[in-house]
């Protein structure tokens, strides 16, 4: 059968850079759905997108659909005919829905009877039958959350649509999308090749377009773009900092990338890194450089989507753009330095934290509070931690942080300097915003880490103690990033805290303020929920959590020897029989209605099976029960099953019900002990 290549293309004005890769790889996987399932066969399949086009190639695309054989089973043979043979108004009716008569019905034979049956051959459709609905399609499902219309059509779209491509082979597909017939007509760049160009053929696209000055592959423009930023970079002895998203931004607002670089007076870098780096990047979308020794240099680096015969005139004209940014920054920088962050403290009062939980200020002072009761627990000076966390939220009301709320604690630490304040002050401030996200780097010390503990503390606390607490996708405070950034902190800071005691004491600060009585409660049932999700980016098996689940251990570094004991006590070849053995067990005293005896009496031990478990889980409890006090998990549980030969032969030889009330009060109190050595850590029972 032919095949050839399909390439369907919308042109339009320039797409939103933020959403570009977005929609083209939906367009993408829809139309390949929609392929997958009219069962044609092709070969490989891409998408293109630049900032005016979306597009999908198709190689080897077969030229119809299969041959398709049709069956329809109509009524049974003692249904579609009366006792005369006549058939009956179901078979004609059914006959009349397929276009044939009764009388030309085949028959089928089943183990439940027979059959009326339809067959038929059903011809497949072709390539140019299928492939503009298959368009309309897949532009509907587009994620495009505010469509606009232009000029006089009522057609609605991300942005004005102007031309559509669908083509297989050399011919054009007919057909309309968006309210445009389709053609081989294609936009060329904007300014290096106005009007349209024509595709001769579809497997020519990504060469009839570079052409005209277009480049459609968007990961080859993104390699191209990352090699000359790299590349002009090193020529001025630096390097670039490329932020992944600016980089597919910059990607997403260019179709001939050239790459040029800019300079700004050196004066501007008295100014700290940050905000500068945040305005070249933000306002301007440019790679800012650092030196190999790292500091920030007098350079940008920029993506023109032009190539023009006076490149000097494009660096001049971005960096006249550059230099009343930079200027505003280092306006803000000294403005800010005339008043101290101690002077800012009351203009706090003015920002409400939330309605019900109070001010800015109110929660300064919390968090001050909270940041010095860590403070004592983990041997850091409790007057920096109190001081760190009372001036915590004073760079947010500076002239830079508001421009620039990205910079908010870095700014601070900064001012901080500037203050005279003690550099683990200092830094506390910055490092109480980390982690900011998945990956993020953690405070730097510890008393930024107490801070960063205090202030996601509060706000669990607070939000959970008015009842707001997240609902499906709706998290407008960030409690999860709070919960999973507190997780973080504790356990890879290896500080000895434990959460209930930080809920507990965060309680008290805030007075009659809470209303959700359950409040305590809801907080640790949360972050023991995000337990699971941390645990598992470590490749945890679920099954290991939920048995150190059951014990809801709120200090984390508990928990995590615990994950770890249970993982590799998983890995033992004892784990299989032992994790079953203590399920058996728990079914049965979940069953048992009388009440145990405080301990084992050695004088009602008859079989010698039991009498050997009893004797060697003696042995084995004395041995582990300093370990557990040390916490020392995985220790206590590599000893425990050693038992595993002792507990076989007892399930294999010892009757546990047994008829003496006595003798079977004994021997589930021995199972309830050794049960509750394993519960002590975990359910081991959950294994799987």
């Known amino acids: 059968m032919k095949n050839e290549t399909l390439l369907v293309e919308l042109g339009t004005e320039e797409l939103p850079p933020k959403a570009l890769s977005k929609l083209a790889t939906v367009f993408f996987e829809q139309l390949k759905l929609q392929l997958n399932k009219a069962e044609i066969a092709y070969g490989d399949i891409k998408w293109f997108a630049s900032p005016r086009r ?13 041959d398709k054989v049709v069956e329809k089973r109509g009524p ?11 058939a009956s108004k179901a078979a004609q009716g059914w006959a009349r829905s397929n276009g044939i008569t009764v009388d030309q019905a085949e028959r089928v034979k089943t183990e439940k009877g027979e059959w009326l049956l339809y067959k038929a051959t ?52 007919t057909g309309s999308a968006l309210g445009i017939n389709s053609s081989n007509q294609l936009q060329g760049h904007r300014f290096h090749h106005r009007g349209l160009v024509e595709l001769d053929h579809a497997k020519n696209y990504e060469s009839v377009l570079e052409s005209a000055y277009v480049i459609a592959d968007y990961d080859k423009r993104k390699q191209l773009i990352l090699t000359q930023v790299e590349k002009v970079a090193a ?5 670039a900092i490329i932020d992944p998203g600016l980089l597919e931004e910059v990607v997403s607002i260019n179709e001939w990338p050239v790459t040029l670089v800019g300079t700004f007076d050196e004066d501007f870098l008295s100014v700290p890194a940050e905000p500068l780096i945040y305005s070249m990047q933000d306002h301007q979308k440019y790679f800012p450089v650092r030196d190999e020794q790292g500091n920030l240099m007098n350079k940008f680096i920029f993506v023109a989507n032009i190539e023009s015969k006076e490149p000097q005139q494009v660096i001049l004209g971005n960096e006249k ?8 920054a280092e306006f803000f920088f000294k403005t800010d330095k005339k008043q101290t962050l101690e002077s800012r403290l009351l203009s706090l009062e003015s920002v409400l934290f939330q309605k019900q939980l109070g001010t800015l200020k109110d929660k300064s002072e919390r968090i001050a509070e909270l940041s010095s009761f860590i403070a004592k627990q983990i041997d850091e000076s409790h007057e920096d931690a109190f001081r760190a966390g009372l001036l915590s939220k004073t760079d947010l009301m500076s002239e830079m942080v508001l421009e620039f709320p990205q910079v908010q604690g870095t700014m601070g630490k900064y001012y901080a300097r500037h203050d005279g304040e003690s550099e683990s002050i200092a830094q506390a401030l910055e490092d109480q915003y980390r982690p900011r996200f998945a990956g993020d780097s953690l405070p730097e010390a510890n008393i930024g880490c107490a801070v960063a503990i205090a202030d996601k503390v509060d706000t669990l606390v607070g939000i959970f103690g008015i009842g707001q607490a997240p609902k499906g996708d709706k998290d407008p405070f960030a409690l999860r990033r709070a919960a999973i950034g507190l997780i973080r902190i504790i356990i890879e800071k290896q500080l000895p805290l434990d959460i209930a005691d930080l809920i507990a004491h965060s309680q008290t600060l805030f007075g009659d303020k809470l209303t959700n009585s359950n409040a305590a409660q809801d907080v640790i049932d949360f972050v023991m929920g995000r337990f699971r999700a941390y645990f598992e980016e470590q490749n945890i098996s679920v099954d290991v959590i939920q048995a150190v689940l059951v014990n809801k251990p709120t200090a984390p570094l508990d928990f ?12 033992l070849p004892a784990s299989e029989t032992l994790a079953a053995a203590n399920k058996r067990v728990g079914n049965i005293l979940a069953k048992f209605e009388g009440e145990l005896t405080s301990s084992v009496n050695k004088d009602l031990l008859q079989e010698e099976a039991e009498q050997q478990l009893a004797k060697v889980f003696e042995d084995v409890k004395v041995t582990i029960a300093p370990a557990i006090a040390d916490k020392d998990y995985q220790f206590a549980l590599t000893t425990l099953s050693t038992i595993k030969t002792e507990i076989d032969n007892f399930f294999e030889h010892v009757m546990v019900m047994a008829e003496d009330e006595a003798v079977k009060i004994n021997r589930l109190t021995m199972l309830n002990e050794i049960r509750n050595s394993f519960l002590a850590i975990a359910d081991i029972s959950l294994l799987q």
Request: no cysteine; glycine share 4%.
């Open 76 to 86: 049974a043979v003692n249904i579609a005919f009366d006792e005369e043979g006549n």
């Open 54 to 66: 979306l597009a999908v190639q198709v190689q080897a695309l077969e030229a119809k659909q299969a």
């Open 235 to 239: 020529t001025i002895k630096g390097n």
């Open 122 to 173: 059903q011809s497949g459709k072709s390539v140019s039958e299928l492939i503009p609905d298959m368009v309309n399609n897949a532009l509907s499902k587009l994620p495009i959350p505010k469509p606009m219309r232009w000029g006089s059509e009522r057609t609605q779209f991300i942005r004005p649509v102007h031309t559509l491509t669908m083509m297989y082979g050399s011919e054009v597909i």
């Open 560 to 571: 995590e020897k615990r994950v770890k004991a249970v993982a590799h006590f998983k890995s």
């Open 321 to 328: 753009v550059i230099r009343p940014r930079l200027a505003d």
